[in-house]
């Protein structure tokens, strides 16, 4: 697929089934994370592999963040459901050092959410659909811990990797510019 078209037409996608990439695949979408802009050459981000039998570990760790910070009845129940929406999970933690000075710290965030879109373009050039997820329980102490988080460390994104049900080809979409571009 040529680059623009990918660009313009990826869509994220919530229904994902088996397969989920193996491991030439995720290797390739490591080394497209790694290609993004990145001020001082940091690598401010660590990404967290979560195949399908880990799946469950992962759903314990939401429901133990919803607990902690209280995130109610509604949340609980997502975070049981959460696991079996996909067959793989990628987490991505944004890994700040706040003594750079030349890199500020919103840089290294920025390089970081670089490097979840540029692995989540890099599984969708080869056939899997993904979407980039958050949610308040990714501040939780025990999914942080078993991130490898530090102290100013920040965890990004959930991406959820694997399969649409039926391939459906997209074409690219046109959206209109004009409220989001000026010129100075
Ligand atoms: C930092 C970030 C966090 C996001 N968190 C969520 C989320 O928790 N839940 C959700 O449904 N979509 C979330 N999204 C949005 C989806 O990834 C997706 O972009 C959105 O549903 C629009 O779909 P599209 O990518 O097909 O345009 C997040 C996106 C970003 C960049």
């Known amino acids: 697929m040529q680059a623009l078209d990918l660009l313009t037409s990826r869509r ?10 193996s491991k030439d ?3 390739k979408m490591f080394q497209a994370a ?35 910070l209280n995130l109610g009845e509604e949340r609980l129940k997502k975070a049981e459901s ?5 067959p793989m ?13 030349k890199v500020p710290a919103w840089e290294q965030m920025l390089t970081a959410g670089c490097a979840t879109y540029a692995l989540q373009l890099a599984a969708n050039a080869q056939g899997f659909a993904n979407v980039w997820v958050t949610g308040p329980w990714i501040d939780g102490s ?7 988080c530090e102290q100013h460390d920040k965890i990004v994104a959930l991406v959820m990797i694997g399969t ?8 690219p979409k046109v959206i209109n510019t004009e409220n989001i571009v000026r010129y100075l």
Request: charged content about 30%; proline content about 5%; overall charge negative.
């Open 164 to 171: 649409e049900e039926e391939k459906i080809s997209r074409d």
């Open 12 to 21: 994220s996608e919530k229904k994902l089934f088996e397969p989920a990439p």
């Open 142 to 148: 025990a999914l942080r811990q078993a991130f490898g």
């Open 89 to 101: 999970i990628i987490g991505v933690v944004a890994k700040i050092n706040k003594d750079i000075k």
């Open 34 to 68: 790694l290609h993004t802009p990145d001020h001082g050459k940091l690598q401010p981000y660590h990404f967290v592999v979560i195949e399908q039998d880990r799946l469950a570990y992962l759903a314990d760790l939401l429901k133990e963040a919803v607990n902690e």
């Open 82 to 86: 959460f696991a079996t929406r996909a």
């Open 25 to 27: 695949q995720l290797e």
